[in-house]
């Protein structure tokens, strides 16, 4: 387990790190089922400049949904939030096919949820049951392009997105029959999900490498219990790491003013920029 306490370097003075705006791309707008059987999902799709093929991600938002708030009733490639825009051209211009996928404007719920709205949340939305067969619809769609290495795709998510990612990668994972690295996700990253659902089951273990990035100031999820579950699934030999960011808050990543103008937010924004793209390097492109 791990606790960052680097010293703060300013997002604005790293543009090795963040993509530059005149080089960010809007992404295609795709289409593809879920494994549900019954929904046919939008997805947006950020593409390497380079001739493939390339590794790719799976990007899964959290309870706010794909779009900006700023945009309401719009809901296109163009409204998607800052934080989408940057990480898919971040992994775009990294060498990387991510496609975002959008849960919950094709289920009616474009706007996403409030804070606090767990308990309210219909079950056609469920990050548990239902959107890790939209994930493993996107993995579908991604193996059928001859622009990735079908079996070099991993998956990304954020706060609801991330608890999603917590059910996609376990070995009771809803639509995979034989849960490994080569029938599913061969790495993922949780971003301050919340893992009470996990915690709470004795059989819960992640079958591919997972890291699982917290913030120490969270309001809307518990960082402590993550680390519990970290610890726990290390102890059942489980490929997990674990690093909770001090002094950050939920949602650390949105490179917008409001949240980097907080120190704590810069700096974990930063690390988990480095932090990212070893991992997936390290298991997507041996």
């Not at 960010?24 to 059987?37: I, N």
């Not at 490994?180 to 079958?207: E, H, I, K, M, W």
């Not at 809307?220 to 680390?227: A, D, F, L, N, T």
């Not at 002094?247 to 003013?257: C, E, K, L, S």
Request: glycine share 10%.
């Amino acid at each position: 387990m791990q606790r960052w306490r680097g010293p703060a370097v300013f997002i604005a003075l790293c543009p090795g790190w963040l993509v530059p705006a005149h080089a960010a791309q809007v992404p295609e707008t795709v289409t593809f089922a879920s494994r549900d059987g019954k929904t046919q999902l939008t997805g947006y799709l950020y593409q390497p400049q380079a001739p493939g093929p390339h590794p790719a991600l799976v990007l899964l938002h959290g309870r706010s949904g794909a779009y900006s708030s700023l945009k309401r009733g719009t809901y296109t490639a163009e409204t998607l939030t800052l934080r989408h825009r940057m990480w898919g051209n971040f992994w775009a211009e990294r060498g990387y096919v991510a496609l975002l996928v959008d849960s919950f404007g094709p289920r009616g719920y474009p706007e996403g949820f409030a804070l606090h709205s767990y308990q309210s949340r219909p079950p056609e939305v469920s990050e548990q049951t239902v959107r890790p067969l939209d994930a493993y619809g996107a993995l579908d769609f991604l193996r059928a392009r001859g622009d990735v290495i079908r079996d070099r795709i991993g998956v990304h998510g954020w706060s609801n997105g991330g608890m999603t990612v917590l059910a996609a990668i376990g070995m009771n994972a809803p639509g995979l029959a034989d849960p490994t690295p080569a029938s599913g996700f061969r790495a993922a990253l949780a971003q301050y999900p919340s893992c009470r659902v996990q915690q709470r089951r004795g059989d819960y273990r992640p079958y591919a490498p997972l890291l699982m990035l917290v913030a120490g100031d969270d309001d809307e999820v518990s960082p402590r219990i993550c680390q519990e579950l970290a610890s726990v699934l290390t102890t059942r030999g489980a490929a997990v790491e674990f690093v909770t960011y001090e002094n950050a808050q939920h949602a650390y990543d949105d490179p917008g003013t409001t949240k980097q103008s907080r120190e704590g937010n810069r700096r974990a924004l930063e690390d988990t920029l480095r932090r990212a793209e070893a991992f997936f390097s390290r298991h997507l492109r041996f």
